[in-house]
């Protein structure tokens, strides 16, 4: 058997139907370009049938995405397999996924049939499909809830009919880990010529259980599972992509089995999709949230900046998240807030970091958090007085039928050096005069604003973090007019780089 996972990704069909969550066809193609990148096996591109809109996303993401297979989704209904052959003209590697339930709900409920008519249409949807692509994959609808054994006549019918790919949907999220584990390795043991096709799971998140029933269903036989990124979908969503990857790359040397993703991109992934989307991410989603690799507990901070692994299964940066995020709380210790003040820049002594800690603990308890402007008010200015590139002086012209121009003075140890630069926008603008100056090769990662006060005259908080030589610093500022607290929180960024020979 296969040690290998294929990734079968539907969040542009089945994600794609949480309310408010549908995308335009453009918006379809960027995040289909990125599934792609992330190396996603098959990419499940829509429902032809159910709309134009549909219809059109199948054709033309079949034309932007060069390798990963492209399926489109059909019920047991002939017209509809016309439309979806029709949808994937334009595919590289194109595969039809048609199907009809199978349980006693839908058989007697949903359609008003009987078990041997519904095998009987199985056979004839498969079949059909093949007529137009060789790749046919099958799903039996609420698989979870059908009896094993007429469940092994329906898959083993329609292998013989000629589908490559069955898919077995825990349609409803009802089965426990250890029953779907049971009905995979049934049909393993129990379906003739179960050995020409791939088992495939679909698991639905309905009692919590979606990635453990897709993880039971890998290890019994199946070698490829249809997820989605960050988990979205029907009702309580769908297995996650970054689960079920980050599992198998966790726990490799116990199970053996690996896919082709690339998992540095998954975070990245995950933010398009959220933004697309507009779905936020739950801070405590595994792998993916906010919090995923956050810690603010003082012996959790403590164990982790002593050996990540204290703490961390996984490295952040396997992920593409940059580092671990200590976060400062009144639970934080002394450790936490040392790395802090020296990611700010700041060296203390043993006696002046007590002080400060004493400080810290005040605050922190009138604070849900501390931030790194508040942490330096701590300190003092003093060591921000000292900075070897100051702002001397910076002039911003800007206006609606006007090109953003800025012209920044910046003095180098008390040296002055002045540079004019256009941009996007005022900011931009500003930003591209001091790296005239700098001469450094620096990226900006993140930019945040905030306001301290309130009312028109705010004072503008901008955090900022920088990557340089592939090394993270971070930077703030704060002033009333908000590009001079941009450049001030860049310039205080930069003053953190080694200096140059």
Not at 5 to 15: A, C, E, V
Not at 290 to 316: C, T, W
Not at 456 to 472: A, C, E, L, P, R
């Amino acid at each position: 058997m296969s040690d290998r996972l294929f990734i079968f990704d539907t969040t542009l069909r089945d994600g794609e139907q949480v309310p408010g969550c549908q995308l335009n066809t453009v918006e379809k193609i960027e995040v289909a370009k990125a599934l792609q990148e992330l190396g996603v096996d098959v990419i499940e591109a829509g429902f032809p049938i159910s709309s134009p809109g549909d219809f059109e996303s199948v054709v033309e993401i079949s034309k932007a995405v060069s390798w990963p297979t492209i399926c489109a989704l059909t019920r047991a209904v002939q017209k509809d397999i016309d439309v979806a052959a029709e949808s994937l003209k334009y595919a590289k590697k194109g595969r039809i996924h048609t199907g009809i339930g199978t349980s006693f709900w839908h058989i007697h409920h949903k359609l008003n049939s009987n078990p041997e008519a519904i095998i009987e249409r199985a056979i004839e949807a498969v079949k059909y499909a093949k007529k137009y692509v060789e790749d046919v994959e099958f799903y039996a609808e609420d698989a979870g809830r059908t009896e094993n054994e007429y469940l092994a006549r329906v898959i083993e019918a329609v292998i013989k009919a000629g589908a490559t790919v069955v898919n077995i949907p825990d349609t409803t999220g009802y089965t426990m880990p250890h029953e779907y584990g049971e009905k995979i390795k049934y049909l393993v043991d129990n379906v003739k010529g179960i050995h020409k096709a791939t088992i495939s799971t679909h698991c639905h998140n309905d009692l919590g259980m979606a990635t453990a029933n897709t993880i039971a269903g890998v290890i019994n036989g199946a070698r490829q599972a249809e997820v989605t990124i960050n988990g979205i979908g029907e009702r309580a969503g769908n297995t996650s992509l970054e689960e079920v990857v980050m599992i198998l790359k966790s726990r490799y040397a116990v199970l053996g089995i690996d896919t082709g993703i690339n998992t540095k991109n998954i975070y990245r992934t995950s933010r398009l999709v959220s933004t697309l989307m507009n779905m936020p991410v739950q801070p405590n989603k595994a792998v993916v949230g906010r919090n995923a690799f956050a810690h603010s507990s003082g012996i959790h901070q403590d164990g982790v900046l002593k050996n990540r692994e204290n703490y961390e299964i996984m490295d952040p940066n396997d992920v593409g998240i940059n580092e671990s995020a200590i976060l400062l709380t009144a639970r934080s210790g002394r450790a936490a807030l040392k790395h802090r003040l020296e990611l700010l820049g700041f060296e203390l002594t043993k006696e002046k970091l007590d002080q400060v800690y004493e400080e810290f603990l005040k605050l922190a308890d009138k604070k849900k958090d501390i931030r790194d402007d508040d942490v330096a008010l701590l300190v003092g200015d003093a060591t921000r007085q000292e900075r070897r590139i100051k702002l001397d002086y910076l002039q911003v012209v800007t206006g609606k039928s006007l090109k953003p121009m800025a012209s920044v003075r910046l003095d180098i140890a008390g040296e002055k050096f002045d540079a004019t630069s256009a941009g996007n926008g005022p900011v931009d603008a500003a930003i591209k005069a001091v790296k005239q100056i700098i001469h450094r090769q620096v990226t900006i990662e993140e930019f945040l604003v905030q306001a301290i006060t309130r009312g028109s005259d705010d004072i503008g908080k901008v955090h900022m973090q920088i990557d340089y030589n592939s090394t993270i610093y971070h930077g703030f500022g704060a002033n009333t007019d908000i590009i001079t607290a941009s450049v001030e929180a860049f310039l205080d960024a930069v003053n953190k780089l080694p200096v140059a020979e």
